[in-house]
T-cell receptor, first 111, second 110 residues
Framework: GENVEQHPSTLSVQEGDSAVIKCTYS??????FPWYKQELGKGPQLIID?????GEKKDQRIAVTLNKTAKHFSLHITETQPEDSAVYFC??????????FGKGTTLSVSS | KAGVTQTPRYLIKTRGQQVTLSCSPI?????VSWYQQTPGQGLQFLFE???????NKGNFPGRFSGRQFSNSRSEMNVSTLELGDSALYLC?????????FGPGTRLTVT
């Protein structure tokens, strides 16, 4: 089955810096890769996703890149703000199968 | 549209008891998935229901079960509770591959 590894587990940046979180997956059949942000006391919130037929996707300050050959994908957050502080999860699956999550990255943005 | 709602938000139970958690998906969404979230294991998939049928099942013991009603609302049940069942139980609804999570039910087993 699918296995998703996520790094780093914690990340501390200064406000205005960029943050990058990386994930690798094991099943080459996976074709959908979402990213979630979870704030304290809340459920995970879908922030961006990418399908395997696309190499990069951007939405304002966040972007996701996918390298199918290496089986890894990354979340990039530019111009970080204190409100970006949260736990971020990557996930992967293929149609009709369960979404498999990474262990999460705790991002802290200090002002 | 209203988001995914879960009830109750917090629950305290004793070992050996059973518990039922409820999830109402986003209007129009027919798929509901359940996850267990713990600090040690992260987010683990329990099961998925689509049009009242279980479509996928994770690697959890038979004490964990679920069902879905004709209005797409879903319930999950845990019987003979163990201390290790203490966790945040999340449900997610979807119409396509995008899954939208509710706030979760925090279950504490004492």
């Amino acid at each position: 089955g699918e296995n998703v590894e996520q790094h780093p587990s914690t990340l501390s940046v200064q406000e205005g810096d960029s943050a990058v979180i990386k994930c690798t997956y094991s099943d080459s059949a996976s074709n959908y890769f979402p990213w979630y942000k979870q704030e304290l006391g809340k459920g995970p919130q879908l922030i961006i996703d990418i399908r395997s037929n696309v190499g990069e996707k951007k939405d304002q300050r966040i972007a996701v890149t996918l390298n199918k050959t290496a089986k890894h994908f990354s979340l990039h957050i530019t111009e970080t703000q204190p409100e970006d502080s949260a736990v971020y999860f990557c996930a992967a699956n293929q149609a009709g199968t369960a979404l498999i999550f990474g262990k999460g990255t705790t991002l802290s943005v200090s002002s | 549209k209203a988001g995914v709602t879960q009830t109750p938000r917090y629950l305290i139970k004793t070992r050996g008891q059973q518990v039922t958690l409820s999830c109402s998906p986003i209007s129009g969404h027919r798929s509901v998935s359940w996850y267990q979230q713990t600090p040690g294991q992260g987010l683990q998939f329990l099961f998925e229901y689509f049009s009242e049928t279980q479509r996928n099942k994770g690697n959890f013991p038979g004490r964990f079960s679920g069902r879905q009603f004709s209005n797409s609302r879903s319930e999950m049940n845990v019987s003979t509770l163990e201390l290790g069942d203490s966790a945040l139980y999340l449900c997610a609804s979807s119409q396509t591959e995008k899954q939208y999570f509710g706030p979760g039910t925090r279950l504490t087993v004492t």
